[in-house]
């Protein structure tokens, strides 16, 4: 009986209570990017996990539509069927925190021998999941993604076209070179 509590106490203190985890997100979502991450717009945005390196989404951007680096996040201009769009991006980082307990413990015990805490920064631990939320408007400012918009699948299937390049582009410059494009709506 000793050796269960023994045992359960190590579990216990060995353990990592998560505080809060990211979300996962199998394809893509829509939805309002404000309830998502209180950082993105209050419009309708279209999200998916970017596995990818930090502003790999940004360089691709500005290969594809040949941007050379300007306004490459804000007000990217495609067409669709022939009709003008504009495509805003953000990236966002969500955190899977945790609390770490066997840190806690010896830096308790050491408080109470009066020197001075040695793994206080190992207390909490992060992990990101980086996400990428595409918006896209219209010649009038309308938000193309919201439910009642009438053109919004053929949006909503030029974004996973889209993304479904971006995931499996690794050379951004072959983009370029393709004769199939995804401008093709």
Not at 128 to 138: C, E, F, K, P, Q
Request: aromatic share 12%; glycine share 2%.
């Amino acid at each position: 009986m000793k050796t269960i509590f023994t045992l359960a106490f190590l579990l216990l203190i060995t353990s990592c209570i998560p505080i809060r985890v990211a979300p996962k997100i199998e394809h893509q979502k829509i939805m309002v990017g404000k309830k998502f991450r209180r950082t993105l717009p209050k419009a309708y945005v279209f999200i998916f996990e970017d596995p990818k390196d930090a502003n790999e989404f940004y360089d691709y951007i500005n290969t594809k539509f040949q941007l050379n680096n300007f306004d490459v996040d804000y007000d990217v201009p495609i067409q669709l069927n022939g009709k003008p769009y504009y495509m805003s991006f953000y990236e966002a980082e969500i955190p899977t925190k945790t609390l770490n307990l066997a840190p806690i413990v010896v830096d308790a015990a050491l408080a109470v021998n009066q020197l001075d805490p040695l793994l206080i920064d190992h207390h909490m631990s992060r992990v990101g999941t980086w996400y990428v939320a595409i918006s896209i408007l219209d010649k009038e400012s309308n938000n193309c993604l919201e439910p009642n918009y009438k053109d919004r699948t053929i949006v909503i299937d030029y974004l996973k076209c889209l993304k479904n390049e971006y995931l499996t582009t690794h050379n951004y410059i072959e983009i370029l070179f393709k004769k199939k494009s995804i401008e093709d709506y």
